[in-house]
Nanobody, 122 residues
Framework: QVNLVESGGGLVQAGASLRLECKAS????????MGWFRQAPGKEREFVAG????????YYHDSVNGRFNISRDNIKSMGYLQMNSLKPEDTAVYYC???????????????WGKGTLVTVSS
């Protein structure tokens, strides 16, 4: 199984940018599609963005499409989420997750990180 550790969260003002990072270890990262999910206080965890094994295809939740960009570097075993034009409603704990299948399903992901908190102030 692959192990995932997120970093890069923090407190920013609306309109700012942040880049989240996800470091993978264990099994070869290239064998997994990966995604970013988030959970806001009092809400269910939701899909944000997903990318396939080679990084050649990605897709996004409508609420972040055009503002967020997911990418990966299989040589470094890293995944990234570049978040631009952040809004207060983006405030959540962001989780990196990996799965052998693609597209991703929040219900059947093989591995999850512990999350990193992003807070966007107005």
């Amino acid at each position: 199984q692959v192990n995932l550790v997120e970093s890069g969260g923090g407190l920013v003002q609306a309109g700012a940018s942040l880049r989240l990072e996800c470091k993978a270890s264990g099994r070869p990262f290239s064998g997994y599609a990966m995604g970013w999910f988030r959970q806001a206080p009092g809400k269910e965890r939701e899909f944000v963005a997903g990318i396939n094994w080679s990084g050649t295809h990605a897709y996004y939740h409508d609420s972040v499409n055009g503002r967020f960009n997911i990418s990966r570097d299989n040589i470094k075993s890293m995944g990234y989420l570049q978040m631009n034009s952040l809004k207060p409603e983006d405030t959540a704990v962001y989780y990196c997750a990996a799965d052998s299948d693609y597209p991703l399903s929040i219900f059947t992901m093989d591995a999850w990180g512990k999350g990193t908190l992003v807070t966007v102030s107005s």
